[in-house]
């Protein structure tokens, strides 16, 4: 697929993150980019390919629109922007009182989403991601392999989506509609892996990541954790075997986190140690 070729000069920069920029168009409202550092060519057409599968299979998900390339050789997409939409972290910052509402949507958002089948051979199997990550990290013994390995694969198997990146971040509403954003990494399997993703950013991450990235204190997110807990497990379930049962699959994780960081997360690593 070619990519249509675009004029910078007419978007503004809004944002930032771990493989690029995002920008909002300076005329139109409804129309936004996500362009990739430089270098990064396949993998924005690989994202907008995946992106249009997931739309198309009904997802909730912001329209995607093309495959672009800017006149000094960066890569993106671009989207069909929800105007006047806020995140589920940014709304909880700044109306921490409405918390528990927040997290509860939040959790039927997810229940839906896990609920749902998916065509598995057209998206890879979380397990498959994971093995490929684990295989690549340099930072976990041979030992240390072999049981995360031996972990992954105990993991009972479900035929169900998984967004990838579940942070609350990447769900979005706007009035009484509600999206999932960045579906960069979906894909499909147990459940687990994904809600791990939430325990990890509500719970083992810094105080200081957690205010930059999710504008609020840690305090608020561990808050926001034990609502949306029982709002997705059930309110049978204690919160601290829910908490036993996630915490490997936060501590997975860190082959994400410590690839990124090319250094060793102990940290998040600690998340591993029933594992390990």
Known sequence: MDPIRINLDDYVLSGGGANGESYDHKSDPTMMLKLYFPGKIQQPLDEMLLARKVYDMGIPTPEPGEYVVTEDGRYGIRFHRIVGKKSYSRATADHPEKVAQYAGEF??????????????????????????????????????????????????????????????????????????????????????????MVYLCCNLSPEPFILETFHMPKALAIEFWRAFAPAYFGEDRPLAAIEEEIRPYAGLKTLIIERDMNQPMPVFRDALSSVL
């Open 107 to 196: 959790a039927a958002m997810c229940r839906q989403l896990h609920a749902t089948r998916v065509d598995v051979k057209q998206f890879e199997n979380v397990k498959d991601r994971y093995g490929r990550l684990l295989s690549e990290s340099p930072f976990f013994t041979t030992r240390e392999k072999d049981r995360i390995a031996r972990f992954i694969a105990d993991t009972p198997d479900e035929e169900t989506a998984i967004h990838g990146d579940l942070q609350y971040s990447n769900a979005i509403f706007v009035g009484e509609e509600r999206y999932f954003i960045d579906l960069g990494d979906f894909c499909y399997g147990n459940h687990l892996f994904d809600v791990g």
